[in-house]
């Protein structure tokens, strides 16, 4: 089996091992790692027929051996993915709603997201060739609501592993918040003031200072990432589209895919899915308010606007991380230009277009309005008995607006955060307040640990925040002097 090698989509030329990529986190260029076309490697046939009744972590042994077997032992990889994926602990389950509509339940893991499937996987790699090595890690994350509490569970406790997760503050929920300030230990938390785009500019920041990192570690690369610009977050979102057609598709039968999108994540596992050989005609992209997207499969042209905020806050992103990534696919460029310092000042700069008719075949994708959302919800509830929340009800009015209301052919919506982590959004809904996960019940009564960057963004003409230098000042203040003195780590 031959390595597979990722390039940055800043720099074709660029050309890294998969251990390489997850350990770097960003590429070279402030891009992202990325697999070209002709490299995604083909599901056999006979496998494809073979995953009915699998389980979840064979599934995926099945689908990402082919991008890890030349790096790490087949015996190595199944431990790891059957400790990931153990159904005791994160089963994944799928639900008929209506004609030959499905939703895949990706929402009873440790922390009731479907980012604790790439979480798990994530850490687990992760601490798998640091332990190898020898070396240690900070993994930065941005969160718009369910990152920081998937990857700060998966991380936590980890020897070689350190995480420091930047949430915005006043836009997720206490729950959500508190699934990252309560842990402690090798999980820091910073409520940054600013929307979701500040703190992945912020994150992006650091991961490219090498500078900073050499100078306080003497090591260069010690920060990586494990948000969706994680490589080593990408594949595993591959996955489920496979475990969903296993459960409700007969062999070469065509699947339409759902899939709500805020950073683009679940959208780009999905594609390399088809790209693998995964019988899907189409991928639907809902989005919330934050109407990119679908603008520019419109209208040819990608701007980006300020965030506006939405009852599915982990999707309020108006410059989705993982666009470059799909841009790139279809032979397209698009980068954040920056100055001298490393921080954006033009954000979705496209200067190569992608194949827009063959983007257009693939996707289709509609915003859907902030009280849409809870008419959705509302819909779902009274005709099928079924409790959504937000961001699946995206995916669900996003399905039904283009099925136009005729569920006859087959597709599935992922449903990805349990209704319990929004009990205001679905009560304003349907009047009933879901049930309380038993985890987040119990960190209900655990006190936090919060570092906090107060110093204000910075705005550009057009409205749209972004990271300001004192925000970024202040947040390596925090790391050098707060949470690592000099030469401790």
């Known amino acids: 089996m031959e390595t597979i090698y990722y390039h940055s989509t800043n720099n074709t030329k660029e050309k890294a091992s998969f251990e390489t990529a997850l350990m770097n986190g960003l590429a070279s260029n402030y891009g992202l790692y990325m697999i070209s076309k002709k490299d995604i490697p083909q599901l056999p046939s006979s496998i494809l027929k073979s995953l009915n009744g699998m389980a979840y972590a064979q599934i995926a042994f099945e689908v990402l051996n082919p991008f890890l077997g030349a790096e790490i032992p087949e015996e190595d990889l199944r431990l790891m993915l059957d400790d990931a994926y153990d159904d005791s602990v994160i089963p994944t389950n799928l639900q008929h709603l209506t004609g030959q509509t499905y939703i895949i339940w990706l929402t009873q893991g440790p922390t009731y997201s479907f980012k604790d499937y790439a979480a798990r996987f994530f850490g687990r790699m992760l601490n798998y060739f640091l332990e190898q090595s020898g070396k240690k890690r ?21 020897k070689s592993v350190e995480n420091i997760v930047f949430f915005p503050k006043g836009s997720i929920t206490e ?3 508190r699934q ?13 003031n600013g929307d979701f785009d500040v703190c992945q500019a912020l994150a992006k920041r650091l991961l490219g200072d090498k500078a900073f990192a050499e100078d306080l570690f003497d090591d260069a690369h010690r920060f990586t990432s ?41 959208m780009m596992g999905t594609v390399l899915a088809r790209e693998m050989g995964l019988p899907i005609e189409k991928i639907i992209c809902g989005v919330n308010e934050n109407d990119e997207f679908p ?3 419109n209208t040819d042209v990608y701007v980006v606007k300020p965030s506006r905020k939405s009852p599915s806050s982990a999707m309020i992103v108006s ?17 954040d230009e920056r100055d001298e310092t490393g921080n954006v000042i033009r954000e979705g700069v496209m200067d190569v277009l992608p194949d827009l008719d063959a983007m257009r075949r693939d996707f289709w ?19 099928y008995g079924v409790m959504m929340e937000p961001h699946g009800a995206v995916g669900w009015h996003a399905l039904d607006s283009f099925l136009k209301g005729r569920h006859d052919r087959l597709a599935v919506i992922y449903e990805t955060a349990d209704p319990g982590k929004f009990p205001d959004e679905v009560k304003k809904a349907v009047g009933v307040i879901p049930n309380v996960p038993e985890r987040i019940a119990r960190q209900a009564k655990l006190s936090e640990r919060i ?13 749209s925040l972004t990271v300001s230098e004192d925000q970024y000042n202040t947040a390596k203040k925090i790391i050098s002097e707060d949470i690592y003195a000099e030469g401790e780590n």
Not at 141 to 146: F, K, L, Q, R, W
Not at 451 to 463: L, M, Q
């Open 138 to 158: 900070i993994v930065a994350v941005a969160t718009s609501g369910d990152t920081g509490g998937a990857v700060a569970d998966a991380l936590h406790g980890l």
């Open 175 to 177: 729950r959500q918040r």
């Open 180 to 192: 990252m300030t309560t842990l402690g230990d090798n999980i820091y938390a910073f409520e940054v």
């Open 226 to 266: 494990a948000n969706s610009i994680s490589v080593g977050r990408l594949l595993p979102q591959a996955v489920y589209p496979f475990f969903a057609y296993s459960r409700v598709a007969e062999y070469d039968e065509p699947m339409i895919a759902s899939v709500p999108s805020g950073n683009f994540g679940d």
């Open 295 to 297: 603008e520019f499969l």
């Open 319 to 335: 410059n989705p991380s993982n666009f470059a990534r799909l841009i790139d696919l279809y032979g397209g460029h698009v980068y």
């Open 365 to 383: 994708s509609i915003s859907v309005s902030n009280p849409d959302h809870y008419l959705a919800i509302e819909e779902v509830y009274n005709r």
């Open 451 to 463: 570092y906090t960057i107060d110093d204000p963004p910075h705005s550009r003409k057009d409205g």
